[in-house]
């Protein structure tokens, strides 16, 4: 039988709200999820997990309480556990993030961005 | 102060074997790999654990023993653990591999293809 690849740009087209990520895979006990990002996100950390982005179209900053740093596509980032941050893009960021399956968006912090968790596109 | 993302391109520059992964980053107990592949890798499988195909650049197809599936830049696919899988590129291709750290590339199969493992670059 033919298998189907996930085609990024394919599951992209399939929403349009910001800060809300979509699963778009499972490894294990991980998922692969795509956003889309655009103006600040909140501070905050996830206390037991590392958390990977991976910026697909776009720009990203992301703030550290001691400095920051500035992805493009093609560029990854791993936010050691525990570390506060809070991502920002000045225009529509197109973004994948790799955690473990289980993980708000939001951390502990909470507030109107926590998105709903485990969405399926 | 200002951290450095870690850019693909950049990385790919630093090597041109084929079929041998690079470690460019990890996320708790996981790697993300980079790797150059061209022809025809190995049937082998990993007993332990899913694997995450992601092409960067180029065209990958992975066989399975039921079928196969075609993916270009853009396209990821979760081989499941345990899964029989056989990949091959007819043109150089610039592949993201994700799995736990300590996963070898030949998983149980072995020979001459099979590569030092943990080596960052």
Known sequence: MTYKAINFKDKFSKFSDHWSPRVIAEMNDYQFKLAKVE???????HPDTDEVFIVIEGELDIEFRDGAVSLTS???FVIPKGVEHKPRAIRECKIMLVEPKGVVNTGDT???LTAVNDIWV
């Open 39 to 45: 103006g600040e996100f909140v501070w905050h950390d």
């Open 74 to 76: 093609g560029e990854l």
């Open 110 to 112: 909470g507030g109107e």
